[in-house]
């Protein structure tokens, strides 16, 4: 059975003892939504010289087709279900934009918000601090429609949330008509009254899938509800303790962008003064904020552990994060500079760069280097991120584009794919007309030619990387030019088509058929075949379940199904930037890969793991590159510095020895924290002289128990500063 191992050339020499073995047999499973068999990670360091975001896939309700000569006979049965009354269904988002999407297809009904500036006006609702309601009443098709919606659809703060309608999401026939409001949260306190524009509170006991609920009394009397879905993640989540505004000082393509750094504190800092910075990803329409980046940051308890472990997070969060990666990368730079000037003399930082964070942290501190400003970062930890590109299926994309005119989302997804980020990192780009011979689209090349000049890497910081994909050259399921999406429906009056298949491992083949044929009225259709491509759809990667979501679609017409669950979006070998080899590299037998990559220690799993997922395994090769010790920073602070030697022997059995240096005299504390970040020891809090020092721990922790087998860090803070050791405990 394969095993999980760790090794680093460093650790072998100086008698400080190897690190053979940090599990053996099957490591924990990751979180997968697949029933696929997993096997172990592997992964392997250099000798020494930390996310949602990111993929096109949501819920594609499909509008019955459309035609001027044949209006939509399905129309009046779909929109009377929501026509007001207490028993009416309960609506989802996506349905709610569907509705809102056809119903502003009405020529009388121009003048009503885009779903975009709807969105745009939801954002600004959600800084003030309150989830934003939207409402639709109108009359359709001999019948009234009457829909609400939460547009930012959960909430992580439960135990006291806001609601707020503002008049601008009100979209009504007769606005005047709206004589009273009435609201209830679904939290056991039923209807109260609210007036638009100012929030309402509402405090929850449990999180949940909740169905608040909209009352209108309109002025002739008639009264209508509308019941939406909304969904309680948690009661409550972190505060940040700052928020710092930057904006890119060098303007790309004449534009700069801007960006939002929340700052968590460690606990006891009252400043930055150990940061590790996260910059966010590809996030698809800009909803995320503080609350589901701390959810992202902190799977498996990661941001929680670096915090206890006196690690200080910033996370950006950019304004636009669909823009060029160039201009966000310059609002990073923007907050490295901040950093670099206010942290204390010797301190450095870590950058974690998930998904697309990944690019833009490479290339602003590469540009930084390449213009001669300082950034203190000591390590650049790249989390599944694209660096050879990353991957939407093409016959998807063209899916997409078909029924982009039927579908609200359809139409939202591809202004998406249409954005400057999704065209700089997708290998695969559709195109009007569809190109035979596929390729990335121009800005991609711009984008690499940017970076090239900028020297391409970073010199500075030890690089590293974490792919989710699979290292032992595992497949997502199915094989080149397989089907993965069948859409078949036909009747008397209406047929439908909308199949899609991966594209082939070169050849040629068909990867995306479309029609939409009303009798006697119209016939659309759309076959899309391509030659000569490179299997990316299959290929091992941190996956997407694009396929899945489709399949959970209602359709009016028939059943959209998926043949496969998920497709790879970011190749291991992108991941990694393992150059040279193909899409089924085997990098986890590959005893020449760290010489094929530009990163001085590398982690990929055995099978394939959702994009940007913290695993327990990944999760503690994060800490360890977290908290690697400062001596491997490239700049050393020129007076003494505070030092913690290797941990000996290690791995241990029984007693170990912390030797450490102080800088000046002063107080010192020593502890020992286990994976999680719990506090298992204190082995030493004291005041010290200066100089030399060694501390004995005899593995057990407050109880006087022996501490369990696994991965230890030895913590030493003295000064202000701190320094740490990692250490494995046998049984």
Same mark, same amino acid.
């Given at each position: 059975?394969?095993?999980?191992?760790?090794?680093?050339?460093?650790?072998?020499?100086? %008698?400080?003892?190897?690190?053979?073995?940090?599990?053996?047999?099957?490591?924990?499973?990751?979180?997968?939504?697949?029933?696929?068999?997993?096997?172990?990670?592997?992964?392997?360091?250099?000798?020494?010289?930390?996310?949602?975001?990111?993929?096109?896939?949501?819920?594609?309700?499909?509008?019955?087709?459309?035609?001027?000569?044949?209006?939509?006979?399905?129309?009046?049965?779909?929109?009377?279900?929501?026509?007001?009354?207490?028993?009416?269904?309960?609506?989802?988002?996506?349905?709610?934009?569907?509705?809102?999407?056809?119903?502003?297809?009405?020529?009388?009904?121009?003048?009503?918000?885009?779903?975009?500036?709807?969105?745009?006006?939801?954002?600004?609702? /959600?800084?003030?601090?309150?989830?934003?309601?939207?409402?639709?009443?109108?009359?359709?098709?001999?019948?009234?429609?009457?829909?609400?919606?939460?547009?930012?659809?959960?909430?992580?703060?439960?135990?006291?949330?806001?609601?707020?309608?503002?008049?601008?999401?009100?979209?009504?026939?007769?606005?005047?008509?709206?004589?009273?409001?009435?609201?209830?949260?679904?939290?056991?306190?039923?209807?109260?009254?609210?007036?638009?524009?100012?929030?309402?509170?509402?405090?929850?006991?449990?999180?949940?899938?909740?169905?608040?609920?909209?009352?209108?009394?309109?002025?002739?009397?008639?009264?209508?509800?509308?019941?939406?879905?909304?969904?309680? /993640?948690?009661?409550?989540?972190?505060?940040?303790?700052?928020?710092?505004?930057?904006?890119?000082?060098?303007?790309?393509?004449?534009?700069?962008?801007?960006?939002?750094?929340? =700052?968590?504190?460690?606990?006891?800092?009252?400043?930055?003064?150990?940061?590790?910075?996260?910059?966010? %990803?590809?996030?698809?329409?800009?909803?995320?904020?503080?609350?589901?980046?701390?959810?992202?940051?902190?799977?498996?308890?990661?941001?929680?552990?670096?915090?206890?472990?006196?690690?200080?997070?910033?996370?950006?969060?950019?304004?636009?994060?669909?823009?060029?990666?160039?201009?966000?990368?310059?609002?990073?730079?923007?907050?490295?500079?901040?950093?670099?000037?206010?942290?204390?003399?010797?301190?450095?930082?870590?950058?974690?760069?998930?998904?697309?964070?990944?690019?833009?942290?490479?290339?602003?501190?590469?540009?930084?280097?390449?213009?001669?400003?300082?950034?203190? =970062?000591?390590?650049?930890?790249?989390?599944?991120?694209?660096?050879?590109?990353?991957?939407?299926?093409?016959?998807?994309?063209?899916?997409?584009?078909?029924?982009?005119?039927?579908?609200?989302?359809?139409?939202?997804?591809?202004?998406?794919?249409?954005?400057?980020?999704?065209?700089?990192?997708?290998?695969?780009?559709? &195109?009007?007309?569809?190109?035979?011979?596929?390729?990335?689209?121009?800005?991609?090349?711009?984008?690499?030619?940017?970076?090239?000049?900028?020297?391409?890497?970073?010199?500075?910081?030890?690089?590293?990387?974490?792919?989710?994909?699979?290292?032992?050259?595992?497949?997502?399921?199915?094989?080149?030019?397989?089907?993965?999406?069948?859409?078949?429906?036909?009747?008397?009056?209406?047929?439908?088509?909308?199949?899609?298949?991966?594209?082939?491992? %070169?050849?040629?083949?068909?990867?995306?058929?479309?029609?939409?044929?009303?009798?006697?009225?119209?016939?659309?259709?759309?076959?899309?075949?391509?030659?000569?491509?490179?299997?990316?759809?299959?290929?091992?990667?941190?996956?997407?379940?694009?396929? &899945?979501?489709?399949?959970?679609?209602?359709?009016?017409? %028939?059943?959209?199904?998926?043949?496969?669950?998920?497709?790879?979006?970011?190749?291991?070998?992108?991941?990694?930037?393992?150059?040279?080899?193909?899409?089924?590299?085997?990098?986890?037998?590959?005893?020449?890969?760290?010489?094929? &990559?530009?990163?001085?220690?590398?982690?990929?799993?055995?099978?394939?793991?959702?994009?940007?997922?913290?695993?327990?395994?990944?999760?503690?090769?994060?800490?360890?590159?977290?908290?690697?010790?400062?001596?491997?920073?490239?700049?050393?602070?020129?007076?003494?510095?505070?030092?913690?030697?290797?941990?000996?022997?290690?791995?241990?059995?029984?007693? =170990?020895?912390?030797?450490?240096?102080?800088?000046?005299?002063?107080?010192?504390?020593?502890?020992?924290?286990?994976?999680?970040?719990?506090?298992?020891?204190?082995?030493?809090?004291?005041?010290?002289?200066?100089?030399?020092?060694?501390?004995?721990?005899?593995?057990?922790?407050?109880?006087?128990?022996?501490?369990?087998?696994?991965?230890?860090?030895?913590?030493?803070?003295?000064?202000?500063?701190?320094?740490?050791?990692?250490?494995?405990?046998?049984?």
């Amino acid at each position: 059975m394969p095993r999980s191992v760790a090794w680093s050339a460093e650790e072998a020499g100086g %008698g400080a003892g190897v690190l053979t073995s940090l599990a053996r047999g099957r490591a924990p499973a990751a979180r997968d939504r697949r029933p696929a068999p997993r096997r172990p990670a592997m992964h392997r360091a250099a000798p020494a010289t930390l996310l949602p975001a990111a993929a096109l896939a949501a819920s594609l309700a499909l509008a019955p087709p459309r035609s001027a000569a044949a209006p939509d006979a399905a129309a009046p049965a779909r929109l009377a279900r929501f026509g007001g009354a207490p028993s009416a269904p309960v609506a989802r988002l996506a349905e709610w934009r569907q509705l809102y999407f056809e119903l502003r297809g009405d020529p009388g009904r121009a003048a009503w918000p885009t779903l975009d500036e709807l969105s745009g006006r939801a954002r600004a609702a /959600r800084a003030a601090g309150a989830v934003p309601l939207a409402l639709v009443d109108a009359v359709a098709d001999g019948g009234r429609t009457v829909a609400a919606a939460a547009l930012v659809p959960h909430t992580h703060r439960g135990g006291a949330v806001a609601f707020r309608l503002d008049p601008a999401l009100v979209a009504s026939d007769a606005p005047a008509a709206l004589a009273r409001l009435e609201f209830d949260a679904d939290d056991g306190l039923g209807f109260r009254p609210l007036a638009l524009g100012a929030p309402l509170e509402a405090r929850y006991a449990a999180p949940g899938p909740r169905a608040p609920a909209l009352r209108l009394t309109r002025a002739d009397g008639s009264v209508a509800v509308a019941r939406f879905a909304f969904d309680v /993640r948690a009661l409550a989540a972190p505060v940040p303790d700052d928020t710092l505004v930057v904006t890119g000082a060098t303007p790309h393509l004449g534009g700069v962008a801007s960006a939002r750094a929340y =700052v968590r504190l460690a606990p006891g800092h009252s400043a930055i003064v150990n940061p590790v910075v996260v910059p966010e %990803g590809f996030d698809l329409d800009n909803s995320l904020g503080w609350d589901e980046l701390w959810a992202l940051l902190n799977q498996q308890g990661l941001a929680d552990t670096l915090g206890a472990l006196g690690y200080d997070a910033v996370v950006l969060d950019f304004d636009d994060a669909t823009d060029h990666i160039e201009r966000n990368a310059h609002a990073l730079v923007a907050l490295l500079a901040e950093l670099s000037s206010t942290l204390p003399p010797g301190a450095t930082a870590a950058l974690v760069g998930p998904s697309m964070g990944g690019l833009v942290a490479r290339y602003a501190l590469a540009w930084m280097e390449a213009h001669g400003q300082p950034h203190r =970062v000591r390590a650049f930890v790249s989390f599944d991120a694209p660096h050879r590109g990353a991957n939407i299926p093409l016959g998807i994309q063209y899916w997409v584009q078909f029924f982009a005119d039927q579908s609200a989302d359809a139409a939202f997804l591809l202004s998406r794919l249409q954005t400057p980020a999704a065209r700089q990192m997708l290998v695969y780009h559709l &195109t009007e007309p569809p190109s035979s011979s596929p390729g990335a689209d121009p800005l991609r090349a711009d984008f690499l030619a940017n970076l090239d000049a900028v020297g391409g890497w970073p010199a500075r910081p030890r690089l590293t990387a974490c792919a989710n994909g699979s290292g032992a050259a595992a497949g997502q399921g199915f094989p080149a030019a397989a089907q993965i999406i069948r859409y078949e429906f036909d009747n008397f009056v209406v047929r439908i088509l909308g199949n899609v298949w991966a594209v082939p491992d %070169g050849g040629t083949a068909k990867i995306f058929d479309g029609r939409i044929r009303i009798l006697f009225i119209s016939d659309t259709q759309r076959a899309v075949t391509v030659t000569g491509t490179l299997p990316y759809d299959h290929a091992p990667g941190g996956w997407r379940a694009t396929m &899945t979501q489709m399949d959970t679609t209602e359709a009016p017409y %028939g059943d959209i199904v998926a043949l496969h669950p998920a497709h790879a979006f970011i190749p291991t070998v992108s991941a990694l930037d393992v150059a040279g080899v193909g899409l089924f590299h085997d990098v986890l037998a590959d005893p020449d890969l760290l010489a094929r &990559t530009p990163f001085a220690a590398v982690y990929a799993p055995a099978e394939n793991e959702e994009h940007v997922t913290v695993t327990p395994a990944n999760k503690l090769w994060f800490l360890g590159e977290i908290t690697r010790p400062l001596v491997d920073a490239p700049t050393a602070p020129a007076a003494p510095a505070l030092a913690l030697s290797p941990v000996a022997p290690n791995p241990s059995r029984g007693a =170990v020895a912390l030797r450490f240096r102080l800088p000046a005299a002063g107080r010192a504390r020593l502890a020992v924290f286990d994976a999680a970040g719990r506090a298992v020891a204190a082995p030493l809090d004291a005041a010290l002289g200066a100089g030399a020092h060694a501390v004995a721990w005899d593995g057990r922790g407050a109880g006087g128990r022996r501490v369990p087998p696994g991965v230890y860090l030895a913590r030493l803070e003295a000064g202000g500063a701190a320094v740490a050791r990692r250490f494995v405990v046998l049984d």
